[in-house]
């Protein structure tokens, strides 16, 4: 058995990959890299009833392996890159062998994945943490699922501008319904719920867009969307109408927050 373990700027991730069988996974919050990579790995061991002699080689990857010296608990322990753990991790769990990835994280990734060619096209510093950050700031919370919670129930528009708000019809391709300006319009009366859902649209509108871009220079219409950030099912559905606008298809494969680790494990 292989594990792979990502220890990223926000959690850690370790998968561990057996032929044949299915994955196992296990995520923590990050604290300093030894102590959530090490923890991370014993509450998989432990959970799942595995012993150090399961395992055949540990992989690392992430922000944070860098920081671990050495062979952890004398078992073969090698460095992945990180762009190339992402980009198997996605290959892997989107079955296709020609994407675009957008790996959102903390920050955002973007990559492409042609074959056994996967090379780092860029990305953006806006990701979770500018949900988290702004959050704090804006609403005196960084609790993920308290800023989830006052965005669901909140209306963008009454934060963004919209193209409706500044023009008497639709502008080219773009519709009435379309931002014109993230927190272009923020209304006196606009409550924090409706601040929380004008943060997740800056945030998955300016992904989605440098995603777009991406997938258009690359003559490849599918983004597999991998990290943390693509099980937000508000993210999710942002990203699926900018898909309709660009003909460009999100998928959100199952375990995607665990791409990184899957992919540093296969790599
Ligand atoms: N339960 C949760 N607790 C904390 N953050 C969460 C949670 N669920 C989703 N998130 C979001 O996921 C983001 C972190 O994503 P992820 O764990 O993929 O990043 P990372 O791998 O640590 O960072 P990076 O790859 O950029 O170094 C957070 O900034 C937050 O917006
Ligand atoms: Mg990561």
Sequence with gaps: MVIGIDIGSTTTKVAAVNSGKDIIKVKTRAVD?????TGAFGKLLVENHLSLGNIERINITGVG??????DLFGISTNRIDEMTAIGTGGRYLAK?????ISNIGTGTAILEVNG?????????GVGGGTIIGLAHEMLNTSDYDTIMCH?????????????????????????????????????ETATKEDIAA??????????????????????????????????????????????????????????????????????
């Design 151 to 187: 965005a669901l129930k909140g209306d963008v528009k009454n934060v963004d501008l919209h193209i409706g708000d500044i023009a008497e019809s639709n502008i080219g391709f773009l519709n009435r319904e379309y931002t014109a300006s993230n927190f272009g319009k923020v209304l």
């Design 96 to 100: 296709k062998d020609r994407i675009i």
């Design 33 to 37: 890299p030894i102590t959530s990579a």
């Design 116 to 124: 056994n060619r996967i090379i780092h096209l860029g990305g953006t």
């Design 198 to 267: 004008g943060i997740l649209n800056l945030t998955y509108q300016v992904i989605g867009m440098v995603s777009v871009f991406a997938a258009k220079s690359k003559d490849n219409d599918t983004v597999v969307v991998t990290g943390n950030g693509s099980k937000n099912v508000i993210g999710q559905r942002i990203l699926n109408s900018i898909s309709e606008m660009y003909d460009i298809h999100f998928e959100f494969p199952a375990d995607a927050e665990f791409a990184t680790a899957i992919g540093a494990a296969k790599s």
């Design 65 to 70: 392996a860098s920081r671990i010296p050495g």
